[in-house]
């Protein structure tokens, strides 16, 4: 079993609605939960980040962190064709040697207009 | 605009050469990384610098030299590559609080893209 799994898709979406992006985990001593976005050929950029528990919103993002379950989610509202990416999630433990992100597989989403 | 810089942007080579990527950024961070993706895998970790030493080597073969001449700069030599070894290869940094903590997010350069033929 991976330490941190997710769906790969393709998640094929109309433009406008809600993309529900999600991962589990199985280690708990994860404390830091950050989602980044990947164009192809590109680096990934961070979209999101969480300590801990609880939700996080940024404009049309939001991220959620439920411990006690070992799941995030990220969700995209009134999605955009540019929204089109592989989303990675990525978590670490608290006082790494530096942070070693443990990363899901990526899930790849397609906005169609 | 991403604040970490790698150069180049692709690179192509022998298994013979000796090639180096480089890697600035200038956001203060005292911790660098260098990862290796390969086409539809997540990133995996490859070296981590903090406050310019080494502090993690994930097994990784000889071939790969990670330098770190400066709390901006990350290099990464190259010699006597494989093919298997193309991919695409990311720079990243994050901040470091007290006694080197981490404190969370990383921010990824574009990627030097490496063929070996």
């Known amino acids: 079993q991976k330490e941190v799994e997710q769906d790969p898709g393709p998640l094929s979406v109309p433009e406008g609605a809600i993309v529900s992006l999600n991962c589990t985990y199985s280690?708990?001593?994860?404390?830091?939960f950050m989602w980044y976005r990947q164009y192809s050929r590109k680096g990934p950029e961070l979209l999101m980040y969480?300590?801990?528990?609880g939700n996080k919103e940024d404009g049309r993002f939001t991220a959620q962190v439920d411990k006690s379950s070992k799941y995030i989610s990220l969700f995209i509202r009134d999605s955009q064709p540019s929204d089109s990416a592989t989303y990675l999630c990525?978590?670490?433990?608290?006082?790494?040697?530096?942070?070693?992100?443990?990363f899901g597989g990526g899930t790849r989403v397609l906005v169609k207009p | 605009d991403t604040e970490v810089t790698q150069t180049p942007k692709h690179l192509v080579m022998g298994m013979t050469n000796k090639k180096s990527l480089k890697c600035e950024q200038h956001?203060?961070?005292?911790?660098m990384y260098w990862y290796k993706q390969k086409a539809k895998k997540p990133p995996e970790l490859m070296f981590v610098?903090?406050?310019?030493?080494?502090?993690i080597n994930e097994s990784v073969p000889s071939r790969f030299s990670p330098e770190c001449p400066n709390s901006s700069l990350l290099n990464l030599h190259l010699h006597a590559l494989q093919p298997e070894d193309s991919a695409l290869y990311l720079c990243?940094?994050?901040?470091?609080?007290?006694?080197?903590?981490?404190?969370?997010?990383?921010?990824f350069g574009e990627g030097s893209r490496l063929t070996v033929l």
């Open positions: 990525a978590m670490s433990a608290i006082k790494a040697a530096g942070n070693k992100l443990t």
């Open positions: 610098y903090s406050y310019e030493k080494l502090s």
């Open positions: 969480t300590y801990s528990s």
């Open positions: 990243a940094s994050s901040r470091t609080g007290l006694a080197g903590a981490n404190t969370g997010e990383l921010f």
């Open positions: 956001m203060g961070h005292r911790a």
């Open positions: 280690n708990s001593a994860f404390q830091y």
